[in-house]
Structure formats: structure tokens, C-alpha cells
């Protein structure tokens, strides 16, 4: 069982920048490729970012890359998304996932992911 509790959303300009965290319980953090998820009102919850266990790999949503950083700090068992140049449309409950994995990779598809957490706000206003 892994606990995920997720912290730094708020409300932000745009163009402006945020950096949201992931913090997981247990001491198998390493086991798990971890992503960042998104849903706005009215709409289904998309993938933003993903990172592999070991960090070693990346992945994001066109609708961020160049804009989005993902990173883990296993030693913390932490998972950050940067978020920078931020706009409207970026607006949404911002949700961390983890996935236990044997592999390196960190999967696109929400139903690929064990544990959610509780979601932060993340307001990006005009």
C-alpha cells in the first residue's frame, strides 16, 4: 500500500510557474514509475508527465512539453512536477499516481496506476 499526498498547488498568474510535490509513503518508493495527471471541470482526467523508477526516463503530454518538468527524489520519496510559462488552460485539480512496475518506464494510461492521490488546485488565471 502506497499513500500519496500532493502539495504546492494555488493560484498563479499566467505566465507564471508552480511546483507541485508528491510525497509517498512506504520504503518501496523506487518500485514504483510515478505521473501526474490533470482534470479540469467538465472535462476527463488527462495525462500530463510520467517518470520511470528510476528517473532515468521521461514522458510528457505535447500539450506541455517544453514547459513541464517531471523529477523524483527517491531518497525523499518524492515526485515533482515544475510547472512553468503556465496558462488558463492549464487550470485543473493536479493528481500524482504511482505504478508498480519490474520495468523502466513510466505508462501514459491512468488505468495503468495503483495509487492516486487527493489532488491539488492548481488556478492559473488570465
Known amino acids: 500500500q502506497v499513500q500519496l499526498v500532493e502539495s504546492g498547488g494555488g493560484l498563479v498568474q499566467a505566465g507564471g510557474s508552480l511546483r507541485l510535490s508528491c510525497a509517498a509513503s512506504?520504503?518501496?518508493?523506487?518500485?514504483?514509475?510515478m505521473g501526474w495527471f490533470r482534470q479540469a471541470p467538465g472535462k476527463e482526467r488527462e495525462f500530463v508527465a510520467g517518470?520511470?523508477?528510476?528517473?532515468?526516463?521521461?514522458i510528457y503530454a505535447d500539450s506541455v512539453q517544453g514547459r513541464f518538468t517531471i523529477s523524483r527524489d527517491n531518497a525523499k520519496n518524492t515526485v515533482y512536477l515544475q510547472m512553468n510559462s503556465l496558462k488558463p488552460e492549464d487550470t485543473a485539480v493536479y493528481y500524482c499516481a504511482a505504478y508498480r512496475t519490474r520495468l523502466d518506464y513510466p505508462p501514459r494510461a491512468a488505468g495503468e496506476y495503483d495509487y492516486w492521490g487527493q489532488g491539488t488546485q492548481v488556478t492559473v488565471s488570465s
Open positions: 517518470i520511470s523508477r528510476s528517473g532515468s526516463s521521461t
Open positions: 512506504g520504503r518501496t518508493f523506487s518500485s514504483y514509475a
